[in-house]
Antibody
Framework: EVQLMESGGALVQPGGSVRLSCEASGFTFSSYVMNWVRQAPGKGLEWVSYISSSSDTIHYADSVRGRFTISRDFANNSLYLQMNSLRAEDTAVYYC????????WGQGTMVTVSS | QSVLTQPPSASGTPGQSVTISCSGSSSNIGSHYSYWYQQFPGTAPKLLIYRNNQRPSGVTDRFSGSKSGTSASLAISGLRSEDEADYYCAAWDDSLSGRVFGGGTKLTVL
């Protein structure tokens, strides 16, 4: 079964850091581009970051550029999002999603930025 | 303010047809594929339409997508109570070098 499973969500103070993980299974991880998408409570979807299948192309939303870093580990079939200098407006459920089509999504992991 | 513009709400009665619009620009829908997602409260989004009008395996043919110029549309025919959900359009945007979403449309089945 094709599956994505996020982890790492936490309650973090403003200015703090957290690293999200997304473990992929059931498909050839190295063949697909991957994305992070977030959803603030009661709000719509916001694309966060993209990484190509070979990691040579990376894009970020303006709202997170310079603070977040996307990466992937082919040995562990995992996608990561290192989130630094967190702000209250980063509070959201974070989803990892496969492919340009975002055809497979994880269940999401909650990040809450609050003092 | 979302880059892609959707109506915040739509409604219909069982059996009716409903269309949800998504307005963009030449840098996104006008030059790239459009996508549609369905989301129920508390769950992850699900891909409904890809590459403007293609349905993934398992998605009922009551859902159809189209694109014309800088706008895309999602049509739902034979409306059912289980179609009540939030619907989002999306596309790649060259100006932003990123994917953009519409603000979402909450569909109510009366």
């Amino acid at each position: 079964e094709v599956q994505l499973m996020e982890s790492g969500g936490a309650l973090v103070q403003p200015g703090g850091s957290v690293r999200l993980s997304c473990e992929a299974s059931g498909f050839t991880f190295s063949s697909y581009v991957m994305n992070w998408v977030r959803q603030a409570p009661g709000k719509g979807l916001e694309w966060v970051s993209y990484i190509s299948s070979s990691s040579d192309t990376i894009h970020y939303a303006d709202s997170v550029r310079g603070r977040f870093t996307i990466s992937r580990d082919f040995a562990n079939n995992s996608l990561y999002l290192q989130m630094n200098s967190l702000r209250a407006e980063d509070t959201a459920v974070y989803y990892c999603a496969r492919d340009d089509a975002l055809d497979v999504w994880g269940q999401g992991t909650m990040v809450t930025v609050s003092s | 303010q979302s880059v892609l513009t959707q109506p915040p709400s739509a409604s219909g009665t069982p059996g009716q047809s409903v269309t949800i619009s998504c307005s963009g620009s030449s840098s996104n829908i006008g030059s790239h594929y459009s996508y549609w997602y369905q989301q129920f409260p508390g769950t992850a989004p699900k891909l409904l339409i890809y590459r403007n009008n293609q349905r993934p395996s398992g998605v009922t043919d009551r859902f159809s997508g189209s694109k014309s110029g800088t706008s895309a549309s999602l049509a739902i025919s034979g409306l059912r109570s289980e179609d009540e959900a939030d619907y989002y359009c999306a596309a790649w945007d060259d100006s932003l070098s990123g994917r953009v979403f519409g603000g979402g449309t909450k569909l109510t089945v009366l």
